[in-house]
Structure formats: C-alpha cells, structure tokens
C-alpha cells in the first residue's frame, strides 16, 4: 500500500480506490487529494474484468491510471450512470495485495475454494470466471 501511495504522490493520473458494496458496486477514492470522495468507474475498469467474488463480501484496493471526469462535482451523491457523475475514465488498473476473495455467493455452477493465491491471479480464476485479463466479460 506504501509504494501504490508513492505512486499517487508523484503521478497525477494514478488514483488509488477502495471497491466497497451497499446497494451495488462502488468506488471511492482512498487515498490523495480528494480521499473519502465516491467515484464512477468508466473504461478498462475492475469492474469490466473482475466477477463479483472480488468485490461481495470483501474490500480489495485497486491503483487505478485514467482521466478524471466532471471535477466540478466531486463530493456529489453518485446516481449510477448519470452522465454529470464525477468519473475516472480507467486505462489501466492494478490490483493491491493482499487479493482477496469471497466465494459465498457464488451461482450453482460455478465453483470455489478455500485456499487461493493472495498476491496473484490464477488459471482457476480465468477459467472459473471471475478474472478477465482480456477484458470485459464475454
């Protein structure tokens, strides 16, 4: 969390987000000048490559490269795609570990495990999936 902090320091188009779930998917800014501010995720976002055994049940943290979007109403209450949202328009994100997963509210068919890597993605998670690396899911 320390060198993703660093990389916030020193690169104005890095961002880094916590992934949390209330009514749906959210995202807020952790850390930088507008920390604790809720943001939309747009583009080549975790959302369009991640099933939801990362984000239900758990808080994983993301550093996140893109252009930010309608500045003018960060603090705002986020309606899910309104097109005035304050938004970060993602080209290119990296997960921060420790990964964490959560298998409890998985679809019949699909499966889990108890013990997964903590530092990386895996083939089960391409296979099972619940990691996109190309991608939003098909």
Do not use: C
Request: hydrophobic letters at 35%; glycine letters at 6%; aromatic letters at 16%.
């Amino acid at each position: 969390m320390a060198e993703a902090r660093k990389v916030v320091d020193n690169q104005e188009e890095w961002f880094l987000v916590e992934a949390y779930y209330t009514t749906g998917l959210r995202f807020r800014i952790l850390y930088g000048s507008n920390q604790g501010t809720d943001v939309e995720l747009s583009g080549a976002s975790p959302s369009s490559q991640l099933s939801s055994a990362f984000f239900l049940g758990n808080v994983n943290y993301f550093l996140i490269k893109g252009t930010e979007h309608n500045v003018n109403n960060i603090g705002r209450v986020l309606e899910i795609n309104l097109p005035d949202n304050y938004t970060i328009e993602v080209d290119e994100w990296q997960i921060i570990t420790p990964i964490r997963r959560d298998y409890t509210y998985r679809a019949a068919n699909q499966k889990w495990r108890i013990f997964y890597p903590r530092n990386y993605f895996d083939e089960f998670d391409v296979v099972n999936q619940d990691f996109y690396p190309n991608g939003a899911e098909p």
